[in-house]
């Protein structure tokens, strides 16, 4: 018989491979790291031999929050999301700022990002906290990515988007303009044109990358998640501070189509309070809101499940009382013949048997009193016949239940019938004769009887 072949291996992508010397190389994805890592790098040595000027100091932030605001109001909220829709003129605007924050193309970022949505901390999130901070901070842009673990979203309106598309098809041109270029010409008019590309350009540029980047580790990572906790999206000021108010993410996540990331006045969220303000001039319009109702609604039930968490862990630390599931069944005349002791001393309430023996000296009502429950039904004595007993007394009394009454209560049919035939021994019927009609069972041994 020839040997059979062996079926080969599937090549394993670079990215499931281990990181070696000799494949490090083959891991990096060596355009982003030169973007990302090579020029800002480049840009800090060379800021040490150049003076920083006022006025291009006071433009780089300038430009910092217009190119931010390209990312944050053009590329997340109105491209990625649809949050609201903008006029041609704006959209120009938007898209030329968000090409100048160097983070690829508006439709190459809003697949990502609706990608990220759809698939939040699964394989399929290209930036999933779920790999740790660092990969979703920088890593996922820095490394290879496998093509296969790509999760693939609906990204067909851009695609009928005429700026959307000649920016994606330009943006090399687009981003060497409005990252470096434009903020070095705008410099050289106070003569700065070195400053200008330095500051403006690149070391802005980086800035922006990594207030961006935060929106993808920082808050997936800090903060609180007053909407829902299933996945990791966390809303925190500090978040919102260096990212233009995207630091609300939880809310994000939960709303995406909302144009707030901040519902609350007071929370920051400047990129909410510039769509609001372009609407004034009916620039940006058909704002989109999440209405009252839904959101509070989704407040509400996190904060019973947070609630209803706290409260499962603390009450597994007290004792409640035998479950009444764990509980024996006692007859009735069982109940009613029990010897009262030092020890022992029963009363029942609600169908529970309890034993009152060790409280009767500390009884706030006095010892009279229930003493005279003892051996009895106290149902109607203990909620309010005699004194309508506190939520604190209710809990103290299940931790002395010890018993279930069959049928809850005094029931005629289940009493123990003396026959003059009926012998017990050990416990155990040997003859049993009921006068009940139909079958009944030996209240001792439980067997059915049938009477005839
Ligand atoms: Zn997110
Ligand atoms: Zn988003």
């Known amino acids: 018989m020839p040997a059979s072949k062996e079926t080969p291996k599937p090549k394993l992508h670079i990215s499931e491979q281990p990181i070696t010397l000799r494949n490090f190389h083959r891991h990096v994805n060596w355009l982003h790291a030169t973007v990302v890592i090579l020029f800002p790098l480049v840009g800090c040595v060379l800021a040490f031999y150049t003076p920083l000027q006022t006025k291009t100091f006071i433009w780089a932030v300038v430009y910092y929050f217009c190119t931010g605001f390209g990312i944050t109001a053009g590329y997340h909220r109105l491209w990625s999301h649809r949050c609201y829709s903008a006029k041609l003129p704006l959209r120009l605007l938007l898209a030329a700022a968000g090409a100048g924050a160097i983070q690829g193309s508006i439709r190459w970022w809003s697949s990502k990002h609706?990608?990220?949505?759809r698939w939040t901390d699964t394989i399929k999130d290209p930036y999933s906290v779920q790999k740790g901070f660092n990969y979703s901070h920088m890593g996922w842009i820095l490394m290879e990515q496998n093509p296969q673990h790509r999760g693939r979203t609906d990204i067909s309106d851009l695609d009928h988007?005429?700026?959307?598309?000649?920016?994606?098809?330009?943006?090399?041109?687009?981003?060497?303009?409005f990252a470096w270029v434009f903020p070095m010409l705008v410099a050289g008019l106070w003569g700065d044109w070195w400053g200008g590309l330095?500051?403006?350009g690149v070391l802005r540029g980086s800035v922006v990358q990594q207030a961006t980047f935060c929106v993808n580790s920082l808050a997936h990572w800090l903060g609180e998640q007053p909407f829902d906790d299933r996945n990791s999206p966390r809303d925190h000021f500090l978040t919102a501070l260096v990212t233009l108010g995207e630091g609300y993410h939880n809310f994000h996540h939960e709303f995406p189509s909302d144009y707030r990331n901040a519902i609350s006045w007071y929370q920051y969220d400047p990129t909410k309070?510039?769509?609001?303000?372009?609407?004034?001039?009916?620039?940006?319009?058909?704002?989109?809101?999440?209405?009252?109702?839904?959101?509070?609604?989704?407040?509400?039930?996190?904060?019973?499940?947070?609630?209803?968490?706290?409260?499962?862990?603390?009450?597994?630390?007290?004792?409640w009382g035998t479950p009444l599931s764990d509980l024996?069944?006692?007859?009735?005349?069982?109940?009613?013949?029990?010897?009262?002791?030092?020890?022992?001393?029963?009363?029942?309430?609600?169908?529970?048997?309890?034993?009152?023996?060790?409280?009767?000296?500390e009884h706030p009502g006095g010892k009279s009193l229930i003493s005279?429950?003892?051996?009895?039904?106290?149902?109607?004595m203990f909620n309010g016949g005699v004194y309508e007993h506190s939520n604190a007394a209710h809990n103290i009394l299940s931790t002395m239940r010890v018993g279930?009454?069959?049928?809850?209560?005094?029931?005629?049919?289940?009493?123990?019938?003396?026959?003059?035939?009926?012998?017990?021994?050990?416990?155990?019927?040997?003859?049993?004769?009921?006068?009940?009609?139909?079958?009944?069972?030996?209240?001792?041994?439980?067997?059915?009887?049938?009477v005839t």
């Open 114 to 117: 609706r990608a990220h949505h």
């Open 198 to 200: 330095l500051y403006a």
């Open 328 to 361: 024996p069944v006692i007859e009735w005349d069982d109940f009613k013949s029990a010897i009262t002791t030092k020890d022992s001393a029963l009363v029942a309430i609600g169908g529970v048997i309890h034993n009152v023996a060790a409280f009767i000296l």
């Open 404 to 450: 279930i009454l069959r049928g809850g209560a005094e029931v005629e049919i289940w009493k123990r019938e003396t026959c003059s035939d009926d012998k017990v021994i050990m416990g155990k019927c040997t003859r049993r004769t009921l006068s009940q009609a139909g079958g009944s069972y030996c209240s001792r041994c439980g067997e059915v009887v049938r």
């Open 372 to 380: 005279s429950a003892i051996g009895k039904d106290a149902t109607a």
């Open 161 to 177: 988007d005429p700026v959307v598309v000649w920016q994606h098809r330009h943006f090399g041109k687009c981003m060497l303009i």
């Open 273 to 319: 309070w510039l769509i609001y303000a372009l609407s004034k001039t009916g620039i940006a319009y058909d704002l989109k809101k999440f209405r009252y109702n839904e959101i509070e609604k989704g407040r509400l039930q996190q904060s019973k499940k947070t609630f209803d968490k706290k409260y499962e862990k603390q009450s597994s630390k007290l004792s």
